[in-house]
């Protein structure tokens, strides 16, 4: 099984800067996709930013020139660099990562494993 687990979350004031981390566990044999989804209240939950081992990335419209994602594939974390915060961008942060693992049989298998979240508030 492949655990993911966000953290960094905090309550920090509008023009503040937050870094979220993303940490993978289990047994991985590759990562190939990682994410950053966001669910606002009342809302459907949005794409913020994605990377792939290609090094390609994809951020939303509203995070461009803002947030930064990275990763760290020989720590299986990927990480969510937010700069100048608005109360907009407060949302529950999801982290999705993508790969093979090894399956109970021995054979690789594809996971797709979500965290429960983490909690970022931007106060005006």
């Known amino acids: 099984q492949v655990h993911v687990k966000e953290s960094g979350g905090d309550l920090v004031q509008a023009g503040g800067s937050l870094r979220l981390s993303c940490a993978a566990s289990g047994i991985i044999f590759n990562i190939d996709f990682m994410g950053w989804y966001r669910q606002a209240p009342g809302k459907q939950r949005e794409l913020v930013a994605t990377?792939?081992?290609?090094?390609?990335?994809n951020y939303a419209d509203s995070v461009k020139g803002r947030f930064t994602i990275s990763r760290d594939d020989a720590k299986n974390m990927a990480y969510l660099q937010m700069s100048s915060l608005k109360p907009e961008d407060t949302a529950v942060y999801y982290c999705?990562?993508?790969?093979?693992?090894?399956?109970?049989?021995?054979?690789?298998?594809?996971?797709?494993?979500w965290g429960q979240g983490t909690v970022v508030t931007v106060s005006s």
């Open positions: 990377t792939s081992t290609t090094g390609s990335t």
């Open positions: 999705q990562t993508t790969g093979l693992s090894p399956g109970s049989d021995g054979a690789m298998e594809r996971f797709d494993s």
